[in-house]
């Protein structure tokens, strides 16, 4: 705070910090009111949450060969005790396991799974992101329209978006691991 002592002797000590605070204070208030302008105004995925890094599952160096008492951290998962061999990628028309899912995420895959209540158009939409490495599939028990999971890493849309989901799959795609997180 530079103190012009002239200053500070005509209007009083007190009021001088006053002003100085609520000069302060207004403009912290509008660093804030841009940033969130700028994140929410700026979004290139309105309909879908920014991807969110999850903790890797101290599980997830266990090959098993079926899930029986076995539980993951969130759901769908994006670490955890998988199978020892990946599924193929593609389109599915059943969900895959957690097993499963797990397995092909840590092989470097993205899976997009939806609400198979979804809008026909959208579905033959994210059908066309299935690929060796991208798996699209029904899921019942999502929270949300859409989540894409890679290697500790999810993305959850409200809606269909198709350029959320691509971003999410070049971003956290073709990541493979070889350590199993160690």
Not at 66 to 78: Q, R
């Amino acid at each position: 705070m530079v103190c012009n002592l002239s200053e500070v002797l005509s209007i009083g000590f007190n009021e001088y910090l006053r002003q100085y605070v609520l000069v302060r204070k207004f403009w912290s208030a509008f660093n804030l009111v841009l940033l969130l302008f700028l994140h929410v105004g700026c979004s290139p995925v309105a309909d879908c949450d920014i991807p969110r890094q999850e903790i890797l599952n101290s599980s997830s160096s266990l090959h098993l060969l079926d899930s029986t008492g076995i539980t993951w951290a969130t759901d769908p998962p994006t670490s955890g005790p998988h199978y020892p061999i990946p599924p193929n990628g593609g389109y599915y028309d059943f969900s895959l396991s957690s097993l499963e899912q797990v397995a092909f995420l840590e092989s470097g895959g993205v899976i997009v799974q939806y609400l198979p209540t979804n809008n026909t158009a959208d579905i033959k939409e994210m059908i066309s992101l299935a690929s060796n490495s991208v798996i699209v599939s029904p899921n019942k028990t999502l929270d949300n329209a859409v989540i894409a999971t890679a290697w500790t890493w999810k993305l959850s849309c409200k809606k269909y978006e198709l350029n959320g989901l691509r971003e999410f799959i070049t971003e956290y795609g073709g990541k493979k691991l070889n350590s199993h997180g160690k």
